[in-house]
Every structure is written in C-alpha cells, then in structure tokens.
C-alpha cells in the first residue's frame, strides 16, 4: 500500500477574547441545535457523512457501546447545525481535563460546503466551548480551546480556523497509508 504526507496543524486559543466570530446567515434558515440525547447511530451519521470524502476513518470501527460511552462522558457535546430542517454540519466538542477543551471533530456535509456556514458553525461552537464548565459544574472552568487540521480536511479548513482568532501552535509532517475514501457512494453531491 503506498503512503502519502499529511500534514497537521495544531491552533488553540487560550481566552474567551481570541474568538472572532463570522457574520450569521442573515436569514433564519440556519439553526445550530444541541443533540441533548446521546446517540451513537446519529453521531455516526454525522461523521461519516462529514469525512466520507476527506478519509475521516480513526472512528469507523468504533462498536455502538463505544460511541454510547464516549458520547455519555460529562464534557462531550454534539452541536448541530441544520438548514431548513436538514443536517447540513456538526461540532463536537471534548473536555480533555484541566480546563481545555477540544474541537474534536467539525465539518459540514459535501453539499453544504462553500455556503458560508463553517464560519458560523465555528464560531458557535467556539464559543460554547469556552462555555462548557457552565453546563458542566464538575468541569475546571475553561483555560484553553484547541483542534487539529490536516491537508485531507477541506481546502478552507486551515484559513477558517485562523479567521476565527485560533493561532497555530505545531505543524507535523507524517505519512499515512493512502486509503481510500469510504465515501460518499457514486452519484452523492461533491460540489462545483
């Protein structure tokens, strides 16, 4: 099997004051909604219908109990956006402990991309990041919010990242088995 380089960029911010949000939608078309009640077969959805086309695979194998356990834990939120009533993107959110939260996954659905949703998806999800020890009372109040990128996320991901006022703290260049992409199936939407 061949390999190609990835490259990862790791950003934080490390104050409330760092966000620098995106204009919302002017319409209401756009609604970002918390899925309160864990579910494993949602989430899922949602992440391979978000990486299906940029090689998310690190949690395709996960058992219906680990999705249950890992969505379960104190500090792990799903944020949904939806447009007219369709999940067009999501942002999870992990408490990693010591008052940092991570962005571990964010990501819009092929069809949604290019539509000026990201920028407003991450800012909300920013900023309910920094907010978490509030829903959370056994959590360290917030000190840090960080994620990763790489060169298979979306040709925006890095640049939408730095507009919202996260600044870069490490780049690694690794190589990885070039899989292929698990989807989305023959004929699915992949934009202009």
């Not at 939608?25 to 219908?49: G, K, M, T």
């Not at 056994?138 to 996320?153: A, F, G, N, Q």
Request: with cysteine; charged share 25%.
């Amino acid at each position: 099997m061949s390999s190609v380089p990835v490259t990862t960029w790791s950003l934080e911010q490390t104050s409330p004051s760092d966000l620098l949000p995106a204009t919302a939608p002017e319409d209401d078309a756009v609604r970002i909604v918390r899925a309160e009640a864990p579910s494993p077969e949602f989430s899922r959805f949602l992440y391979a219908s978000v990486g299906g086309d940029i090689r998310w695979t690190d949690r395709l194998g996960w058992t219906h109990a680990r999705w249950r356990e890992y969505l379960a834990r104190p500090g792990v939120e799903t944020w949904v956006a939806y447009e007219r009533g369709t999940p067009a993107g999501y942002v999870e959110l992990e408490a990693t402990g010591e008052g940092v939260v991570e962005i571990a996954y964010f990501g819009l659905l092929p069809a949604f991309r290019g539509r000026r949703i990201g920028g407003h998806l991450l800012s909300f999800g920013t900023a309910r990041a920094w907010d978490l020890a509030t829903r959370w009372p056994d959590l360290t109040p917030v000190k840090r919010v960080w994620l990763h990128t790489c060169s298979k996320d979306g040709p925006y991901a890095l640049d939408n990242y730095l507009r919202r006022g996260f600044t870069l703290f490490d780049t690694k260049v690794e190589l990885e088995a070039d899989l292929p992409t698990p989807g989305p199936w023959p004929g699915a939407f992949l934009g202009d």
